[in-house]
């Protein structure tokens, strides 16, 4: 009877070995490869140049140069997710952000996400080089424990990191916004309440050379979350605009060392030494109807200059005389951006008192029809302050153009009879310095 008690218990052991062997290699199935060894499928670069991101001897390299993201073509809400990266510099920097937005926020090279640092050798109290948790360009989170100086950070309670050049591994759980992260095996960083907390995973280039290796996911079951909680949706934009230099953009001898690359920012100091139209910065590639998104910021110190009053009709206020009215405002300068080769299809960037995004060359033009004149002149003025940056996003469809301006409707359907159908975007010189980033297309039927 023993023997045969004995031989049960020991059947009974292995049943139970058997299985949480045959969990572990379910559980173990259940992930899915994000980085296929191969090339950078799955994943979009952002704001990179094409070399920024590569595939070397089966790893992803990151030169890190220049600043800016490479995310992951699909959103993920709840998960767990491995990544095993290796800093190659001393003082690396680099991140892995989760719950992405798409793209940056104005004037950032950075998206709306939850960030877990990936840095090396660099150890405070207030940050450290092993796994803070934060949010960033508007993301939002509760620490725990709480931040020695309150700030919206996590920091890991082991520093478990190896050195510069060497692997390390991460492990993050994401389930209903609230996040643990385990380094080299160990939970040392956890997170409440993230907002968004569902979006795109991205790899950030931020002037570390870093590799990344054995990325992979294993997805939970989802709450579908609402539209407050969740990440925006890419909407297929492309990057014009690449941090290193100005590929896909005409190059005359005028124009060198004038517009020029520095880093995320697009730089022009007002001097071109070009021909007429060539001291503008031209895509080289013609464009039909797109939806084109771009930052601005005039970083000149303003003066005070004196300027007209601009109508909803389009026209200036006068008066009784018959003189146009002017008034004071902090002037930094003008710019602007034109539309399908058209120097007339012009989109300004100044400070007039009407604001930023009026048609220039139609509501000046008075044989247009009053209802041209009018749409062409902006409905609001939705400028930051001057010196802050701004978003225009100005959509052309056949002969209708509409620009929204910090997210605000500034002109809506404008029609430009006489637009050329088809036409290069040019970044205009007007004599001041301006500065640009985040430049992207979508091009529409």
Not at 13 to 29: C, R
Request: hydrophobic share 35%.
């Amino acid at each position: 009877m023993t023997s045969v008690r004995r031989l049960l218990n020991l059947a009974a052991v292995m049943i139970f070995v058997i299985t949480l062997y045959q969990t572990a290699f379910a559980e173990e199935n259940d992930f899915v490869a994000l980085f296929n060894g191969v090339d950078l499928s799955g994943w979009v670069n952002v704001n990179c140049a094409p070399e920024t991101w590569s595939v070397q001897d089966g790893l992803i390299h990151c030169t890190g140069i220049p600043t800016g993201v490479l995310r992951s073509d699909k959103m993920y809400e709840n998960y767990i997710l491995e990544l095993e990266y290796r800093h190659m510099v001393h003082e690396g920097n680099s991140g892995l952000f989760i719950h992405s937005d798409p793209l940056p926020i104005t004037g950032q090279p950075f998206t709306r996400a939850i960030e877990i640092q990936i840095l090396t050798d660099r150890n405070t109290d207030n940050y450290t080089s092993h796994g803070d948790i934060f949010g960033i360009q508007g993301a939002t989170m509760s620490p725990d424990p709480l931040h020695p100086d309150g700030w919206m950070r996590s920091l890991p309670q082991e520093r478990r990191a190896n050195p510069t050049g060497e692997w390390n591994h991460y492990r993050v759980e994401s389930r209903d916004g609230s996040l643990t992260l385990a380094v080299n095996g160990k939970i040392v960083t956890r997170a409440y309440h993230c907002n968004p907390r569902k979006g795109y995973i991205c790899l950030e280039s931020e002037g570390g050379v870093i590799d990344f290796r054995n990325i992979r996911i294993k997805s939970l079951p989802e709450t579908h979350p609402p539209i407050e909680v969740t990440a925006l949706e890419a909407q297929g934009f492309r990057s014009l605009y690449n941090g290193v230099d100005l590929r896909g953009w005409k190059q005359v001898d005028g124009n060198k060392d004038h517009w020029k690359a520095n880093d995320w920012v697009l730089e022009y100091d007002g001097k071109s030494e070009a021909e007429g139209e060539d001291k503008h910065l031209w895509t080289e590639q013609e464009f039909k109807n797109f939806i084109l998104i771009v930052d601005w910021r005039q970083p000149r110190e303003p003066k005070i200059n004196k300027l007209p009053v601009v109508l909803p009709d389009g026209s200036t206020l006068r008066d009784a005389d018959g003189a146009e009215v002017l008034i004071p405002i902090k002037d930094a300068g003008d710019s602007g951006i034109y539309l399908r080769g058209s120097s007339k299809s012009q989109v300004n960037i100044w400070n007039w008192p009407v604001g930023s995004g009026e048609i220039w060359g139609y509501r000046v033009d008075e044989s247009q029809p009053p209802e041209v004149r009018r749409a062409a002149t902006p409905i609001q003025n939705a400028d930051h302050a001057v010196g802050e940056w701004n978003r225009f996003e100005i959509t052309v469809q056949n002969e209708l153009v509409t620009v929204k301006e910090n997210g605000k409707l500034v002109i809506n359907q404008a029609r430009l009879i006489g637009m050329p159908e088809k036409g290069a975007i040019a970044l205009q010189h007007h004599g001041d310095p301006i500065q640009f980033a985040n430049i992207y297309i979508k091009e529409i039927d």
